[in-house]
């Protein structure tokens, strides 16, 4: 695989341009979701630092980083790939996603995802979502209507046909799906129940909380969203809390930026928790579980959807009760 090393001084010319638009534009032959992705991974430093996708070039701006030659995601059916079946109808699926496993192949994931594994099953989702607009490849996300990060485990919507992939893009983007999410963090809240709303932007290959406090301390944050996280108290152990989370935004990484905000990150997070080293728990992911979710069906319907405990996670709650 070759690569492409590069080192660019910004001049008047290039001044008020996204850094992301900017490289697309500059380094020939890489799509600008290519340069989004390599600088949400810290792979594109301006003076030195790691930055975000939508950062405005100055004058005297040094934009470094190392490009390699793209490689194509594949699309190929993959029956070795597992999940869980919830519910399987004509239609749209809802489906339980194992921890560890990537949802749509991307250049640094190219094969082995949920969306390979969901080929598998119904080949006839190929052609169901959103085109890659900015790549000109084929869909890379056929059927996917929301995500979930890599290592959150449970439920999970696949629509099967154009229409109800429209329709449930929809139902989420109207904030007309409820989900809930079974967390264990570090520490004891005190609240029984309550709701976190704080807006959500990014900082280098993070996401942050910003309050009037932190915000101009944060330094080069990129532009914020407004971000709410509604949470009850399931149980208290010595040291942790298992809450019910139920996002009513949508942003990325938001339970888990925002129970960090709060002092209480969640036990296992890798990204978020910072060296937080729990001698109880051994973990090797993180304990977030999607347990419930919930819309309207187009006849009207309102149906619903559960998921319980894996088993790695039941055994860590297994374990603290016996303490």
């Given amino acids: 695989m070759t690569t492409q090393k590069f080192s660019i001084k910004i001049g008047s010319d290039k001044q008020g341009e996204r850094v992301d638009k900017f490289l697309s534009l500059e380094i020939k032959g890489y799509s600008r979701k290519y340069f989004q992705d390599l600088i949400k991974e810290g792979g594109v430093k301006v003076n030195g630092k790691t930055t975000g996708k939508d950062y405005i070039l100055k004058i005297g701006d040094i934009v470094e980083g ?11 059916p993959d029956s070795k790939v597992k999940f869980g079946m919830v519910f399987d109808g004509k239609d749209f699926a ?11 192949p991307s250049h640094t994931h190219k094969k082995g995802t949920l969306v390979n594994g969901l080929l598998a099953r119904w080949p006839e989702i190929r052609g169901v979502g959103d085109p890659s607009a900015s790549s000109g490849q084929d869909n890379l996300r056929p059927g996917i209507a929301h995500r979930l990060d890599k290592e959150t485990s449970g439920l999970m919507t696949v629509a099967k046909s154009q ?17 809930k999410y079974i967390a264990l ?16 932007g990014r900082l280098g ?14 330094g080069n944050v990129n532009k914020s969203r407004n971000a709410r996280t509604g949470f009850k108290i399931l149980a208290r152990y010595h040291g942790f809390t298992l809450v019910e989370a139920t996002p009513y935004t949508g942003r990325m990484h938001q339970i888990r930026v925002h129970f960090k905000y709060l002092g209480y990150p969640i036990v296992g997070d890798k990204k978020y928790a910072g060296k937080r080293i729990s001698k109880v728990i051994d973990l090797p992911r993180h304990f977030l579980h999607s347990s419930y979710l919930s819309f309207n069906l187009p006849s009207g319907e309102r149906v619903e959807f559960k998921s319980e405990l894996p088993d790695e996670l039941q055994a860590v709650i297994d374990q603290l009760e016996r303490f």
Avoid at 66 to 76: I, V
Avoid at 94 to 104: F, R, W
Avoid at 166 to 176: A, I, M, S, T
Wanted: glycine share 6%.
């Fill in 163 to 179: 229409p109800m992939f429209l329709w449930l893009k929809k139902q989420f983007q109207d904030r007309k799906v409820e989900k």
């Fill in 185 to 200: 963090v570090y520490g004891n809240i005190i609240q029984n129940e309550g709701e976190i709303a704080v807006p959500i």
């Fill in 94 to 104: 809802v489906i339980d996603k194992p921890a560890g496993l990537v949802v749509h």
């Fill in 66 to 76: 190392c490009a390699k030659e793209p490689e194509t995601a594949s699309l190929e």
């Fill in 205 to 218: 290959v993070k996401q942050v909380a910003i309050n009037s406090v932190n915000k101009g301390l944060l």
